[in-house]
Every structure is written in structure tokens, then in C-alpha cells.
């Protein structure tokens, strides 16, 4: 390590992204320093958190728990939780230091905008929606851009489902190799409450709602490389703030996706799945059929208007990169 190197700090480098992230700036040249559970330094250590920070060059946040489970009452409060304590221990961290990093970028998500079939959403025009998932990434960005940071530039990475060796892509292979890999089809099902609104000021109805999509449903995706190329040029672009959209410019539908899985993992048929048979199916698997029903039409507004150029911009040639990387490890 070279000992003027510059300091990266990475909360939350544990997990897919952040494991990939680290080795990204280590290749880059940085000293990294790690803040989690596991990590260097750990969330209950808030002198240590300022001393992480203290002197960095770049800070990038991806803690939060994995919203791949079921929403049980006590894992929406720790979805909740884990995202909104740990920005605000780091953003304390960065008021307080005296010398505090020159760019924060803080993950959230493409799920904050509305379920949508009519048109794609942009970080300009883009139109929030309701519910669990969306109440999580709006007070997730709240207390990511609260209080003054005068010499710390903030960015919240609005990623879109992730495209890699992560758990919602091994989900979906799965899924192609087994022979169910057809398209899935919202409807009717029992009420329940756990996609209901939280936090001090809920949206949506105290009941889950359903789209009559026929499959269509929209599947905005990023392939892994793109989102560590994405951090890398923001990183750079010290114009570039607020809010950005880190999706592929080239989004999918469920049946087009579920299609190329196929033909990607070589499975010549696949099962299609109605809400009936998705929400057993995703029980027993412990996650909820949102990751597949839920339309999310997401454009990178922002980073395409900046020059940005993505590797894997085509769905078909994202999966087999990932698959093709799977099988040589």
C-alpha cells in the first residue's frame, strides 16, 4: 500500500455490491477502510466512524439489511432501521470532521417511483410511489441529503435491480433452470398488510394492492459492472449531485426477461407462474413476489446526459456475461 495513497471509505463492503466496490478501489489505487459489522471499524464505534472518515477522499455507503427476505413486521422495521441509522451515524461522522470527504455517495433504489406501465421515470420527471418499499428509499434519502454538508458533494444511487453473481440474479437463474422460468402474471390475492406504508408518515393502503400486467410488467435491471463504473464516474464528475439513476437505458419486460433467461441457461421451456402460485412459491423461497411483479421503468436520465457509457447496456448480453462468469468460477 502506498502511503500517500488516497482514502476510500465503504460502509456496507460486505455485501454483493460492496465486496465489488472494494476491489474496484483497491484497483484504483485507494486505501480502503471498511465500517460494518464485520468491518474495520463497526457501527457501535462512533469515534471510530469519525476517525474512518476523517481525511477521506471518497465515501460510499451500501449498508442497509437485504430487502431478499419476507416482510415480516420485524424485518420491515430492520429494512427500515438499518438504512436510516447507519446514513445518519456517517452523515454526524461528516459534519464533525475537519477534514470531511469531497463526494458521499449513498446507495437507495429505483423502486422509489410508482409502479409503472405508461411511461419510464427519470430522475426529472420521474414520479414517486407508494407503499413499504417506497416509504424505506424516501426516508432513506431524507436522511441522506438532511442538514448542510457544504464541502462534501452527495449523490444517492438509485440502482436498479442488479445484474451478477447477487442474490436476486441467482434467484431468477433458479428459477429458468428449473423449468419455471416463464413470465409472471400478477392478480388477485388474499389481502394482506405487508406492503403497508412506514415510518412516521406511511403511504398507500393498509392493504396490498395488484396490477393486471399480463406479463408486461416492466424490469428495469444494471449489470454489476456498470454500477462500479457509475460510482467510478461520479466519483469524478464533481458537477453531478443529487439523486441519480443507475438502470441500464435499455429496460426490459418481465416476459422478455424471463424468455432470455431460457435461452441464456439453455432450459427450452418454462412454467409460467400466476399470483397464485407465486406468493406459496415465494414463501418457501422466504423472499415476496414485488422483486417480479412490481413494474419498474427506470431511465438514467442523468448519467446518459453526462457521457456516461455502459458496458452491458443489452439485456441478453448482460445475462451471459453473468452466467458465463458463474460457471468459470
Known sequence: MVADAPVAVVAGASGFVGAALVRALVDDGYQVRRIGRAGEVTWADAAGITRAI?????????????????????????????????????????????????????????????????????????????????????????EF???????????????????????????????????????????????????????????????ASWHRTRGYQKFSWVHIDDVIGAIRFLRDRDDISGPVNIASPNPSDNRTLMRTLRRTVGMPVGMPAWRWMLEPAMWALRTEPELVLKSRWVLPGTLTAAGFTFRHPDLREALKDVTSSQRAR
Not at 442497509?64 to 422495521?77: E, L, T
Not at 416463464?182 to 398488510?193: A, E, K, M, T
Request: glycine content about 10%; proline content about 5%.
Open 145 to 207: 441529503f438532511a442538514d448542510e454538508l457544504p464541502r462534501t458533494r452527495r449523490v444517492a444511487l438509485r440502482m436498479a435491480i442488479v445484474l451478477g453473481d447477487g442474490p436476486a440474479t441467482n434467484k431468477l437463474i433458479a428459477l429458468a433452470r428449473l423449468g419455471l422460468g416463464g413470465p409472471q402474471f400478477d392478480g388477485w390475492w388474499f389481502p394482506h398488510r405487508r406492503y403497508r406504508g412506514i415510518g412516521p408518515a406511511p403511504t398507500g393502503g393498509s392493504r
Open 54 to 142: 476523517e481525511g477521506s477522499a471518497v465515501l460510499v455507503n451500501m449498508a442497509g439489511m437485504s430487502v431478499n427476505c419476507r416482510y415480516s413486521d420485524s424485518n420491515r422495521d430492520e429494512i427500515l432501521r438499518s438504512r436510516i441509522d447507519t446514513t445518519r451515524a456517517l452523515r454526524e461522522a461528516v459534519a464533525s470532521a475537519s477534514r470531511p470527504p469531497a463526494v458521499w455517495l449513498n446507495a437507495s433504489t429505483a423502486t422509489i417511483y410508482r409502479h409503472a406501465m405508461d411511461r419510464a421515470n427519470t430522475e426529472a420527471d420521474g414520479e414517486l410511489g407508494e407503499g413499504f418499499s417506497v416509504d424505506v428509499a424516501r426516508r432513506w434519502e431524507q
